[in-house]
């Protein structure tokens, strides 16, 4: 399985929470989330769900396409390396 997609959301979400200033833990609990899940998406261990997607972006302040629309997310060679 092709992980590089989950390392970069979780990138992509440990930016947008130190732009905000707070901690894994005070985030979490903020959005309603255990702060070790919270911990493991910025490691790029989880396959977030788009529910928990949505409690992110809100939390964070953007919309769902915000949440993607980063430098960090360079899909285009994602995908052509994979085909």
Same mark, same amino acid.
């Given at each position: 399985?092709?992980?590089?997609?989950?390392?970069?959301?979780?990138?992509?979400? +440990?930016?947008? !929470?130190?732009?905000? *200033?707070?901690?894994?833990?005070?985030?979490? &609990?903020?959005?309603?989330?255990?702060?070790? $899940? $919270?911990?493991?998406?910025?490691? *790029?261990? !989880?396959?977030?769900?788009?529910? &928990?997607? +949505? +409690?992110?972006?809100?939390?964070? *302040?953007?919309?769902?396409?915000?949440?993607?629309?980063?430098?960090?997310?360079?899909?285009?060679?994602?995908?052509?390396?994979? $085909?």
């Amino acid at each position: 399985m092709d992980t590089r997609i989950q390392t970069s959301f979780g990138t992509r979400c +440990k930016e947008l !929470r130190a732009g905000l *200033g707070v901690s894994q833990e005070s985030f979490a &609990n903020a959005i309603g989330m255990d702060r070790s $899940y $919270y911990a493991s998406i910025e490691a *790029g261990r !989880r396959n977030v769900t788009l529910i &928990n997607m +949505k +409690k992110l972006a809100d939390g964070f *302040g953007v919309s769902l396409s915000q949440l993607f629309d980063a430098d960090v997310f360079d899909l285009t060679a994602i995908q052509r390396e994979r $085909y």
